[in-house]
């Protein structure tokens, strides 16, 4: 019966070890943006969760311990119950965030929508990477649908030479798209004014008030509120996002989208 509890004990410290491992490896994916200069409450809050999981999972015999401990008072026990109920709760919580996430992501535009491009950040004269990807995937859409046309919104910040939407429009016409079929939306600062200031573009010009919006992956839900917000039609273009800003991203987006449940954004 010992020797059988002793395995026991062995596989279990060999499955906590591998998770450990696996929760190291995601703090060095949280990690890599910053080397790129991208901090931000998502990889920091990864960084976090990562790093306590690390701590129970690589000391969980001392966390075993101060579980025993606990244990031993009622007051213990039912702090126990709850820690593990608000986890639970997380997990379920994430789980219906992401669904929500995948839901917009998979929402096709309708035949004759307006094409909205929503801008990120410009480097000087030059798009930073996901605006390159943003910027590829309206291209790519648009010469599939020779017909639509398009709307680049995104304003000009401090550390911007040129407005989002003039990069946009460049990097656009540089890959063939007609300027004839480019609107160009420069006074934006946030994902709001995007749509709004957009939307007086399609009534001015009488465009299609069904839309398709171009932007990441993660962020086609929040858009996709914001849209039908101001009661137009919504149809999602994702653009890819690399593998390593993923998991940061993703994080600060289910922060935001929380913030915008609480009315915080």
């Not at 920091?44 to 311990?65: D, N, P, S």
């Not at 109920?85 to 929508?113: C, E, H, M, N, R």
């Not at 849209?227 to 289910?254: D, I, M, Q």
Request: net charge neutral; glycine share 8%.
């Amino acid at each position: 019966m010992k020797n059988k509890e002793k395995k026991e004990v062995k596989v279990m410290d060999v499955v906590f070890i591998i998770l450990g491992c696996v929760f190291a490896l995601l703090f060095m994916v949280f990690l890599l943006p910053v080397l790129g200069y991208v901090l931000n409450i998502g990889n920091i809050t990864g960084m976090i969760f990562c790093a306590a999981m690390m701590f129970l999972t690589f000391g969980h015999r001392y966390v075993e311990k101060a579980a025993g401990v606990l244990r031993a008072s009622a007051a213990g026990k039912a702090l126990l119950i709850a820690v593990a109920a608000v986890f639970a709760l997380g997990i379920v919580y994430v789980g219906f965030l992401t669904s929500l996430i995948i839901g917009a992501d998979k929402t096709a535009p309708a035949q004759g929508s307006t094409v909205i491009v929503l801008g990120c950040q410009v480097r000087g004269t030059y798009p930073s990477l996901m605006l390159r990807q943003r910027i590829g995937a309206a291209a790519r859409y648009l010469e599939e649908h020779p017909d639509a046309v398009c709307i680049v919104s995104g304003g000009k910040g401090d550390d911007e030479q040129i407005s989002e939407a003039e990069c946009m429009f460049e990097n656009l016409v540089s890959l063939g798209i007609s300027p004839d079929r480019i609107y160009m939306e420069d006074k934006s600062v946030n994902t709001v004014e995007n749509i709004a200031f957009s939307k007086k573009i399609i009534e001015e010009h009488r465009l299609s008030t069904d839309t398709a919006i171009v932007t990441d992956i993660f962020h086609e839900y929040r858009a996709s509120r914001i849209v039908k917000n101001a009661e137009l039609g919504y149809g999602s273009v994702p653009a890819e996002v690399s593998w390593y800003l993923l998991p940061t991203f993703y994080v600060r987006e289910l922060i935001a989208i929380t913030a915008t449940f609480v009315g915080l954004a």
